[in-house]
């Protein structure tokens, strides 16, 4: 008992000792972590080191004097004390993740993938981090590949690989006259065939011929540029375009430059044709690709970017065409969309309002890029939100539609394509505003139903499908116009999205407007296209078809006109299955019950289906209906 009480009280002070350690532990470890913040990392080892002798299995401070030897370059220690870390947690990301980084930088690649790939077998949720750190170590890897083959060839004599060398010397003479370095440039350009040439100009320096050359700096940032400037300019922007074609490396370099990065957004709303086609041509090798986008995102404020690249709808060139990929491109990128919001209500809305009501007079196959991108960004919920709440940006898409109504060309045709688009996205929201547009909108929709052309009829049916819900007025003038009429017309026709805007736009109709189902029952005869829609795979479709027939089931002979119908038999598998959307089952319950209480011959058939119970069940719904 003695011994016992002896092993009690050691392991009771053992652990107060430990607590007091970790209390140590932990103070120190912020004091690193101020050292850390302020840059001073010499300091900040020493804390964790202080901190590791008072406790030395705490995880977190073996991958913070990690972090700290990464900043001090000391790759080898960063390494054994993530390894440290692990011994600690196993399942520790920070120090797969900072290992993988001191490995890339001691060019140890295959041990870096390797840490990376630990990563996502410890958190499969990290794939976007993984994909990151995989492309940096693959980056990392072609950059010094492609510069030891480059140095084989200066080596070996080439001609090629000498000429980019002697003519960046020639660049770096001082004091020369503009038009000297403009030649210089343009001749570069030339020699850069390949890779070879790409890297040789980044191991040479030459993305310091700004810095360096005050005549070329001063041309290129001067606000207003003389013929001379301009051409200085251009000539630069093709030099990028072609050391930057394909290489991620140098895209990187360039803009970590704080010139070409202020002047990126200067150059493109300068007004100078020949130099906005460039800058236009140069972001585009960066847009087109995922590693480019996020160069852009990293370096450069985008706030502004969707307000200038969207001014170039206004040219009639090939300016407009290139600012639209552009735009295309970053749209991809949730960062951009976020950065969208800044400028959103202050300079894109009213922009955007004043392009859409000048259709006539700007570029219109640039126009409906526009308006499709601008769709795009509604996938932000706070981008969505303003421009539905953006009065102006209804009455301009109203403006448009009745110019397409007026002049039906294919650039028209392809506005109103995306117009139609862009209101179905924003009516995604619900507010005031849509509720005041929309008997307007709903009165544009029905006119375009009579169009030729099948894709902007199913649009006018989507947004027929959304906006109807927002007004009863805008239902009753609808009704009043045929709907109903045109809906079973589109829906005999068949077509998978446009049934289930349709069915939609129906049993909205139908919901609370008797005239509607009158006309349902009058243009369906024995509902057999509802009858056919009910047996269709989108689950959607069938819950709307199944609420529509429990409304029309009001009209005084249209459950009896179903008698020699198998309509029970459907019914009853959608209100017993096992669809996802419970809604189909819950109204083809309803549509069941309605059914035999206006028909009670319907029950024989029930009965004989052993259907009883579901109609049972489904008794609560009618009686709640």
Not at 371 to 390: H, K, P, T, Y
Not at 392 to 412: G, H, I, M, N, R
Not at 416 to 438: R, T
Not at 581 to 609: D, F, Y
Request: glycine share 6%; aromatic share 6%.
């Amino acid at each position: 008992d003695g011994f016992l009480a002896i092993l009690e009280k050691d392991a009771k002070e053992r652990a107060k000792q430990r607590k007091r350690n970790e209390r140590l532990a932990n103070a120190l470890k912020e004091k690193g972590n101020d050292a850390f913040r302020k840059g001073d990392y010499v300091i900040a080892i020493q804390r964790y080191t202080e901190g590791l002798e008072k406790l030395k299995d705490k995880q977190e401070l073996y991958t913070n004097r990690a972090q700290a030897y990464l900043k001090m370059h000391e790759y080898e220690k960063a390494i054994g004390d993530c390894e440290w870390a692990l011994k600690c947690n196993e399942k520790c990301i920070k120090a797969c993740f900072l290992m993988g980084k001191a490995h890339l930088a001691l060019k140890h690649y295959s041990e870096s993938r390797q840490c990376y790939e630990k990563i996502l077998q410890i958190d499969p949720q990290k794939e976007s981090l993984f994909k990151d750190c995989m492309n940096e170590v693959n980056l990392e890897e072609k950059r010094m590949k492609d510069e030891e083959r480059a140095m084989k060839e200066v080596q070996s004599g080439k001609l090629a690989a000498l000429s980019v060398k002697e003519l960046l010397q020639k660049l770096d003479r001082p004091d020369q006259n503009i038009l000297y370095y403009t030649g210089g440039i343009r001749l570069l350009t030339g020699a850069m065939k390949d890779c070879t040439e790409q890297t040789l100009f980044r191991t040479n320096n030459g993305f310091s011929i700004l810095k360096d050359n005050e005549i070329i700096r001063r041309g290129f940032c001067a606000e207003r540029k003389n013929t001379a400037e301009v051409d200085l300019s251009v000539s630069l922007l093709f030099l990028w375009q072609a050391v930057c074609a394909g290489n991620a490396e140098n895209q990187r370099l360039l803009l970590t430059h704080p010139d070409v990065n202020a002047q990126l957004p200067k150059l493109l709303s300068c007004g100078v044709l020949e130099i906005q086609k460039a800058t236009l041509a140069l972001i585009s090798l960066y847009s087109e690709n995922e590693n480019g986008r996020r160069l852009l995102l990293r370096h450069q404020d985008l706030t502004k970017w969707l307000q200038i690249l969207m001014t170039f709808v206004n040219t009639t060139d090939a300016r407009a065409s290139s600012a639209m990929s552009i735009l295309s491109d970053l749209t991809e990128e949730e960062r951009f969309k976020t950065q969208c919001r800044v400028m959103l209500s202050t300079g894109v809305l009213p922009l955007f309002t004043q392009l859409l009501t000048s259709a006539k007079l700007v570029n219109q196959a640039a126009l409906a890029r526009c308006v499709g991108i601008m769709g795009s960004l509604c996938a932000d919920v706070v981008i969505r939100m303003q421009m539905a709440e953006c009065k102006e940006c209804w009455q301009a898409c109203l403006k448009l539609v009745d110019e397409c109504l007026d002049v039906s060309t294919p650039k028209y045709q392809e506005c109103l394509f995306a117009v139609l688009g862009l209101m179905m996205n924003l009516l995604l929201e619900s507010n005031a505003i849509i509720q005041y547009f929309a008997v307007d909108i709903s009165g544009r929709c029905m006119s375009l139903l009579r169009d030729k052309d099948g894709r902007i009829v199913t649009r006018a049916i989507g947004v027929l499908s959304r906006i109807l819900p927002a007004s009863s007025s805008a239902v009753e003038e609808v009704v009043k116009g045929g709907v109903v009429k045109k809906m079973i017309k589109f829906l005999k026709a068949g077509g998978q999205i446009t049934s289930n805007y349709g069915m939609k736009t129906l049993s909205i109709c139908t919901r609370s407007n008797r005239q509607a189902q009158e006309d349902v029952v009058k243009s369906d005869k024995r509902f057999s296209v509802l009858l056919k829609l009910l047996d269709s795979e989108d689950e959607m479709t069938v819950g709307n078809a199944a609420f529509c027939l429990g409304q029309c089931l009001a009209v005084p002979g249209a459950a009896t006109s179903l008698l020699n119908s198998n309509v029970v038999m459907i019914l009853l598998k959608h209100a017993g299955g096992d669809a996802t959307r419970t809604l189909v089952q819950e109204n083809a319950a309803i549509a069941l019950g309605k059914l035999c209480v206006a028909e009670p011959r319907h029950i024989i058939q029930l009965r004989k289906l052993n259907g009883l119970a579901i109609l049972n069940s489904s008794m609560k719904y009618v009686h709640s209906v």
